[in-house]
């Protein structure tokens, strides 16, 4: 069996011919077809309520929260789609403002924008989200005691509010999109740090450690997932708009209406497809960070790693493909990983919370649970220092398992990242 994997733009083949092979892939559709019926269809017939035609009628402006260029959406073919309802229904284009939700991320140059976006009418506004910028923020009500909710002032000022975003695995908060468009999607940085915070709990001896209940697919009993659910109900969109994608990475489910309903449908269904039977165990695994813009950075790849990791048994190998050919992605990791040991992380983050060390702290769990050889561009004494094995060779990677575990059943995740089902 000879497997590409995804890597960047490209792709990278690998032979596993000779060993015994499981593959782990989801069942979901291939996606992307008739991409504009499908998002057309759903805020046509919402899962209740009045169709977004219907909503923006008598409306007089509208903002419609997109994901940044972090995550993998076709933008430039939903949008029209979005823009023509908004229109028809009598807003006009000089009214619409398209408002990109960079959590926390950096915005980006002209050019990544409108590839991001797509060509859009030169009447219609896009707004990049800048966390740090007050001027920007509106206070929206009170997150928990003593945080303050802030939301930028396009989403809270505009008299139509719509959410666009995919629902996934998150490998913190459960599931991404849905009410993460608004939180921490176009929130303040104060607020995000505080949310994210939640991953650490205490111990009985009053030492912070990881929260059990922050995992993929985890919503209930999730602190994070439930306070982002709060903030969404505080300011709610008037419609969402929520897609699952399909195994190649294009749209291919969608559903929109009221937030919590069509965000409940989304997850119901991602589990559905990227969900498969817990029990499976391998000695390795070959897996990819997605391509671009998943493995575009170590944040961004470690998603793909931690999913594979979810398969093996300790001490397994994994095979990891991801070009992370930006280095970090965020400045606030550079510090955890001058000297990422899991201890040292935690007692830092224990002193004072920084969002990035935490995904410091769950990468390097992982390289010291499994042995990871790891095909990227990735500065090759950052990654050994991160306890990666580098390698330039994926064959010999191969090879070497031929003759030390030639019994072994080798699981292939090569076509979108799966969870097991609880």
């Keep these: 069996m000879i497997v590409k994997l995804p890597f960047a733009e490209a792709t990278v083949a690998v032979d596993l011919r000779g060993l015994r092979v499981r593959p782990l892939s989801p069942g979901a559709p291939p996606g992307g077809r008739d991409l504009?019926?499908?998002?057309?269809?759903?805020?046509?017939?919402?899962?209740?309520?009045?169709?977004?035609?219907?909503?923006?009628?008598?409306?007089?402006s509208a903002t419609v929260i997109v994901p940044d260029a972090t995550r993998k959406i076709d933008l430039p073919r939903i949008l029209p789609v979005i823009l023509d309802r908004l229109r028809s229904g009598g807003i006009a284009g000089g009214d619409i403002t398209i408002l990109v939700a960079c959590g926390?991320?950096?915005?980006?140059?002209?050019?990544?924008?409108?590839d991001l976006t797509g060509i859009l009418p030169p009447d219609v506004s896009v707004v990049q989200h800048d966390s740090r910028d007050r001027e920007v923020l509106v206070d929206v009500g009170e997150l928990r005691p003593g945080i303050r909710l802030r939301l930028h002032r396009a989403a809270v000022e505009a008299d139509l509010l719509v959410t666009v975003g995919t629902v996934r695995h998150h490998y913190f908060?459960?599931?991404?999109?849905?009410?993460?468009?608004?939180?921490?999607?176009?929130?303040?940085?104060?607020?995000?740090?505080?949310?994210?915070?939640?991953?650490?709990?205490?111990?009985?001896?009053?030492?912070?450690?990881?929260?059990?209940a922050c995992e993929p697919g985890r919503l209930t009993g999730n602190p994070v997932a439930e306070e982002i659910s709060r903030a969404a109900e505080i300011h709610p969109p008037g419609v969402s708009v929520c897609l699952v994608e399909g195994q190649a990475g294009e749209t291919a489910w969608a559903a929109a209406g009221p937030w919590r309903e069509v965000f409940d449908a989304a997850v119901a269904q991602a589990r559905l497809w990227y969900e498969v039977p817990g029990n499976q165990l391998f000695e390795a695994m070959v897996a990819s960070g997605g391509g671009s813009p998943s493995d575009s950075s170590l944040i961004q790849a470690h998603k793909g790693l931690d999913a594979a990791c979810r398969f093996l048994v300790p001490g397994g190998r994994l095979l990891y493909v991801a070009a992370i050919d930006h280095g970090a992605g965020a400045d606030a990791m550079l510090p955890f990983l001058e000297r990422?040991?899991?201890?040292?992380?935690?007692?830092?983050?224990?002193?004072?919370?920084?969002?990035?060390?935490?995904?410091?702290?769950?990468?390097?769990?992982?390289?010291?649970?499994?042995?990871?050889?790891?095909?990227?561009?990735?500065?090759?004494?950052?990654?050994?220092?991160?306890?990666?094995?580098?390698?330039?060779?994926?064959?010999?990677?191969?090879?070497?398992?031929?003759?030390?575990i030639p019994g072994a059943t080798v699981g292939v995740m090569a076509s979108g990242a799966v969870y097991p089902r609880a």
């Design 36 to 60: 504009e019926g499908i998002v057309g269809t759903a805020v046509d017939n919402p899962i209740s309520g009045r169709s977004l035609r219907e909503l923006a009628h008598k409306q007089r």
């Design 104 to 114: 926390t991320h950096p915005a980006v140059g002209t050019s990544e924008l409108r």
């Design 173 to 212: 908060a459960g599931f991404g999109g849905g009410p993460k468009m608004v939180f921490p999607g176009v929130a303040g940085h104060e607020e995000i740090q505080a949310n994210h915070s939640l991953v650490l709990a205490r111990a009985d001896d009053g030492r912070g450690v990881r929260h059990p």
């Design 340 to 404: 990422p040991d899991p201890d040292r992380i935690l007692d830092r983050l224990d002193r004072g919370w920084v969002q990035y060390g935490h995904t410091t702290l769950r990468l390097v769990e992982k390289t010291r649970r499994h042995r990871v050889a790891l095909y990227s561009h990735l500065d090759t004494s950052l990654a050994v220092r991160l306890g990666f094995e580098p390698v330039k060779v994926v064959d010999e990677v191969i090879e070497s398992w031929r003759r030390e």
